[in-house]
């Protein structure tokens, strides 16, 4: 059973910063491609960024500059640093596993997601 389990969410002032974590069980994560996603109210789920197995990164260009994505194969764990928040990055965010070594298609696992709530 493949499990996802995010952390790190909150409320922070525009301009802050927030450090997200997902850990993973560990037969999916040092082979799989990664990602982070998020779904405001009333939109869609957008990626945000991926990394694959072997560390290469893709970023929104909303968040270009901003976030940063990583991995650490030993823990099993995936985190996004995000600065400069803005209001409009408030959404749930989703961690995802893909099937295989890079982010094609459609992620096959996601976590049950974390909040980040930035206020004006």
């Known amino acids: 059973q493949v499990q996802l389990v995010e952390s790190g969410g909150g409320l922070v002032q525009a301009g802050g910063s927030l450090r997200l974590s997902c850990a993973a069980s560990?037969?999916?994560?040092?082979?799989?491609?990664m990602g982070w996603y998020r779904q405001a109210p009333g939109k869609g789920r957008e990626k945000v960024a991926t990394i694959s197995s072997y560390g290469g990164t893709v970023y929104a260009d909303s968040v270009k500059d901003r976030f940063t994505i990583s991995r650490d194969n030993a823990k099993n764990t995936l985190y996004l640093q995000m600065n400069s928040l803005k209001p409009e990055d408030t959404a749930m965010y989703y961690c995802?596993?893909?099937?295989?070594?890079?982010?094609?298609?459609?992620?096959?696992?996601w976590g049950q997601g974390t909040q980040v709530t930035v206020s004006s």
């Open positions: 995802a596993a893909f099937r295989g070594t890079t982010a094609v298609l459609t992620p096959a696992y």
């Open positions: 560990g037969s999916i994560f040092s082979r799989n491609a």
